[in-house]
């Protein structure tokens, strides 16, 4: 089929910044793309061919806008399955799959997925919900890490119980308790799959997280670790790839324990956080090799151009309202810095509102530049 300039429709589900930077790339091969998102504001609808609003949980809306398309893909994986499914049986294609994504859109199904496979994960147990949990508390160790089965993100759903009134005011929904990691670091592996079954991987990646939000702070690539480490790490990822048997991006969330360990976390299947330095350090970024391995194109080059650290621009506490990007002219001015802001009119305590790539070739001077970032610009409020 010929994708490029043509009557080919790519149907995009999510409209937010993951689509938006997907879209950039649509735009340079000139492929026609669909998005359907519940809000009116997403970042994708200035960039996309047609925008539609709607649930992305609701069968009808889903299938319906499915129906005017030739491929589904998708930035968030809370989506509904039924439709993605009726839809794959009527012939229209899927990537990833709605067979993958049954098995990660929960997390009690995703660790009992690892369990069976035998890959290394943090021991764990499945909760009907919070009550139950609560019945058997005396057989959890304290602390131990909370984490709701479907809908977190961005570090919601995930709690650390250091005392039984950390429970206190949680939700009571399916959920899992998990023993906590002591680890050196938390790394991330994204792996790129396209239909033919051509892999490629990109550099391991380090992960620097903000203590309160849980939400990544710096992604550091390539990440401070031994070889063996990162090889280790490698491998392990491209072992989950094979098994979820996935289509498009796959990023594998890992800890490396202090005896150098690989355990995995959890896994998204599309373009990830750990992955938006790609754009400016890569010779291929995550959201276009994302769009090849879908569209079954030869996968581009995974390798890093040059050292690239991205600081993710947060909602700064205190502020709500419409935003404002406070000293973002100052540094513009630095070498080997690019901001990415992702449309969100609106800013809040910790909303990921855009990005900031550093590019340096020394590794050292990269870090301070993206510390003196991260301490310039501040994500506010007019009011």
């Known amino acids: 089929m010929n994708y490029f300039s043509s009557d080919f429709k790519l149907g995009i589900l999510g409209g937010g910044q993951l689509g938006k930077m997907m879209l950039f790339d649509t735009r340079k091969f000139d492929i026609q793309t669909y998005v359907l998102d519940p809000s009116n504001e997403a970042p994708c609808k200035i960039a996309c061919n047609k925008f539609f609003q709607g ?30 499914e009726k839809l794959e049986n009527e012939g229209v294609k899927v990537f990833p799959s709605p ?10 199904i995703q660790k009992d997925f690892y369990s069976n496979n035998k890959i290394p994960t943090a021991a764990y147990q499945r909760f009907e919900n919070l009550e139950a949990l609560k019945e058997d508390i005396q057989n959890i160790k304290l602390p131990f890490v909370w984490k709701c089965t479907e809908f977190g993100y961005d570090g919601m759903g995930v709690k650390i119980i250091r005392t039984l009134s950390d429970l206190d005011n949680l939700p009571n929904v399916e959920c899992i308790s998990e023993e906590i990691i002591p680890f050196k670091n938390e790394l991330s592996v994204i792996v790129c799959r396209n239909v033919s079954g051509e892999i490629k991987t990109y550099p391991v990646v380090e992960m620097e997280f903000h203590p309160e939000a849980n939400q990544v702070e710096y992604v550091i690539c390539p990440a401070r670790i031994e070889n063996k480490v990162a ?43 750990s992955g938006h330095h790609t754009i400016e350090a890569s010779y291929t970024s995550q959201f276009e090799n994302h769009l090849r391995a879908i569209l079954n194109l ?13 600081v993710n621009l947060v909602g700064e506490e205190g502020f709500s309202g419409d935003v404002v990007y406070e000293n973002i002219e100052t540094i513009m001015g630095w070498n080997g810095v690019t901001p990415h802001i992702y449309g969100k009119k609106e800013t809040r305590p910790f909303r990921k509102m855009g990005h900031v790539t550093i590019v340096n070739e020394n590794m050292v ?19």
Request: glycine letters at 4%; hydrophobic letters at 40%; proline letters at 3%.
């Open 298 to 310: 030869p996968l581009g080059n995974t390798h890093s151009k040059v050292n690239g650290i991205m």
């Open 99 to 108: 067979k993958t994504l049954r098995l990660i859109q929960n997390k009690g």
């Open 365 to 383: 001077e990269a870090r301070k530049i993206a510390e003196n970032v991260k301490n310039t610009i501040r994500v506010i409020s007019r009011n």
């Open 55 to 84: 649930n992305l949980m609701d069968f009808d809306t889903v299938y319906n806008f499915g129906k005017q398309v030739n491929l589904l893909t998708f930035e968030i994986e809370l989506v509904n399955l039924e439709a993605l």
């Open 231 to 273: 090889e280790k790490a490698r491998q392990i990822a491209l072992k989950v790839s094979e098994k979820f048997n996935h289509v498009g991006l796959l990023a594998v969330e890992m800890f490396q324990t202090i005896n150098d360990e690989i355990i995995v976390n959890e896994v998204a299947p599309r373009p990830h956080n």
